[in-house]
Nanobody, 120 residues
Framework: QVQLVESGGGLVQAGESLRLSCAASGSILGINAMGWYRQAPGKQRDLVAAITSGGTNYADSVKGRFTISGDIGKRTVYLQMTSLKPEDTAVYFC???????????????WGQGTQVTVST
């Protein structure tokens, strides 16, 4: 059974910081990417940041404020979020997956999500 367990969400004020953590366990085979997605109420789930063997990539809205780190081999990924804004409020999901050479998903595993709420 595959499990991705997230922690670190919460309620903060605008300008503050949070750090999200995710650890994957179980029969996860052949993953080559890990990352974070978020979903606000009434909106689709969007990529926030990802780490692959080729490096890292970020959504434009979080560049310069968020930093992703981790170790795919150890199946851990972290998201340091600084200068948080109310528009960052969402459920944040940890993802582990296998991507093809063009970056398209072959297989995905998801955590249960952790709520991040940023107040004004």
């Amino acid at each position: 059974q595959v499990q991705l367990v997230e922690s670190g969400g919460g309620l903060v004020q605008a300008g503050e910081s949070l750090r999200l953590s995710c650890a994957a366990s179980g029969s996860i085979l052949g993953i080559n990417a890990m990352g974070w997605y978020r979903q606000a109420p009434g909106k689709q789930r969007d990529l926030v940041a990802a780490i692959t063997s080729g490096g890292t990539n970020y959504a434009d809205s979080v560049k310069g404020r968020f930093t992703i780190s981790g170790d795919i081999g150890k199946r851990t990924v972290y998201l340091q979020m600084t200068s948080l804004k109310p528009e960052d409020t969402a459920v944040y999901f940890c993802n582990a997956g296998r991507r093809d050479t063009l970056g398209y998903s072959i297989r995905d595993y998801w955590g249960q999500g952790t709520q991040v709420t940023v107040s004004t």
